[in-house]
């Protein structure tokens, strides 16, 4: 039979007094946070938590889950600053998170399962399943960058539909009017929300014909469908294919994201088009790498960082206010102006 493990033996390993793991586990004041933070730790890796259940509460007044995609937990230029705002206020406020992958099978973790967290932050898209799968322990969730329906959960985003109105309308006075939207709008809620802040602005390039006459006419601009794969695949390649096979090319396209303005710059470039003399690029996300590129592209800025920060701020005011109403929080974004695009009218 496997020996329980034991307050002094955690005392011991960790060179403080047995009423320092008390007051520790009991969540009482006299024990600094540093220290309570690893007395936490140890009695959670050493089972001491499992094998005295009441201790839990304890260990999850301290932490967060954060459920995210391997992809986005390894993209470097987005959801990587988004998880450091995260990690950053969260620290700030005296939490320690878990990161939890949503890539396994395993549709609710163990630190959720077993109540060992104050609450969830889910970083992109999210399955539907898998949400109604975590509603069932009571735990209050924030998504980032995505949200939820038949769901009551709060959500962090980027205003979509306001910068890529914002860009539309902007190319529309600088002299361009053939617009084109390149983003898989399957993908994600996102890239439909982007598109719909271009749709709405070129619509209104046609005042006096009907909204639908107006979405009719541009989309032989655009490529909708069947984008991501590439895009993740950074299979230029098949991308040349796609906009080689386009009933007629704009003269600018508005992209759903920078990773996937970039590999269309290339992709253009393939099929012998100068940018921005033959055709404008737009992205959207500024990214590092979105200056990297030649020419440097313009494109429209979200505080990635302050996107997860706003996540854990938002969390712990549901957890005060657990009985309010869900909220969705909108984060303006800024067109930057760089030279991928230029002004007709001069």
């Known amino acids: 039979m496997e020996k329980k ?86 620290d700030k406020l005296g939490y320690d998170i878990i990161i939890q992958f949503t890539d396994e099978e395993v549709r609710v973790p ?19 399943d898998r949400i109604e799968a975590l509603s069932v322990y009571g735990i209050p969730v924030v998504v980032v960058d995505s949200t939820t329906y038949g769901y009551p959960a709060d959500s962090v985003l980027a205003d979509n539909r306001g910068g890529t109105f914002l860009a539309a309308n902007h190319l529309i006075r600088s002299g361009y009017r053939k617009i084109g939207f390149f983003g898989d709008l399957d993908y994600s809620l996102s890239i439909k929300e982007r598109f ?32 991501e794969p590439y ?45 921005p003399e033959d055709i404008g690029i737009v992205g959207f996300d500024d990214m590092e790498i979105s200056t990297m590129v030649m020419p440097c592209l313009t494109t429209l800025h979200i505080a990635k960082k302050n996107m997860g920060m706003k996540a854990v701020q938002t969390l712990q005011w549901r957890l005060q206010n657990r009985k309010a109403k869900p909220e969705k929080i909108i984060l303006p974004v800024d067109l930057v102006l760089r030279d991928s695009v230029w002004d007709k009218q001069k």
């Open 5 to 90: 493990v034991t307050m002094k033996q955690l005392a011991d390993q960790l060179g403080v007094s047995i009423n320092a793991v008390s007051l520790a586990l009991n969540n009482k004041e006299g024990v600094g946070e540093d220290m309570r933070k690893r007395i936490l730790q140890l009695a959670n890796e050493t089972g001491y938590l499992e094998q005295s259940g009441k201790y839990n509460k304890a260990f999850s007044s301290k932490h967060i889950c954060v459920m995210v995609r391997k992809i986005y937990f390894q993209d470097m230029h987005f959801y990587s600053r988004v998880i450091y705002g995260v990690e950053w206020q969260a």
């Open 110 to 128: 163990a630190c959720v399962e077993n109540q060992k967290v104050a609450g969830i932050i889910i970083v992109g898209a999210v399955e539907k």
């Open 196 to 227: 719909l802040g271009y749709a709405e602005a070129m619509a209104g390039v046609m005042e006096d014909e009907a909204m639908q006459t107006a979405l009719v006419e541009t989309m032989k601009y655009s490529l909708l469908r069947d984008i």
């Open 231 to 275: 895009v993740l695949a950074k299979d230029v390649e098949a991308i040349t294919r796609r906009v080689k096979a386009m009933e007629e090319i704009p003269e600018v396209f508005l992209c759903s994201n920078d990773r996937a303005a970039i590999l269309l710059m290339n992709a253009l470039r393939a099929l012998g088009y100068r940018i």
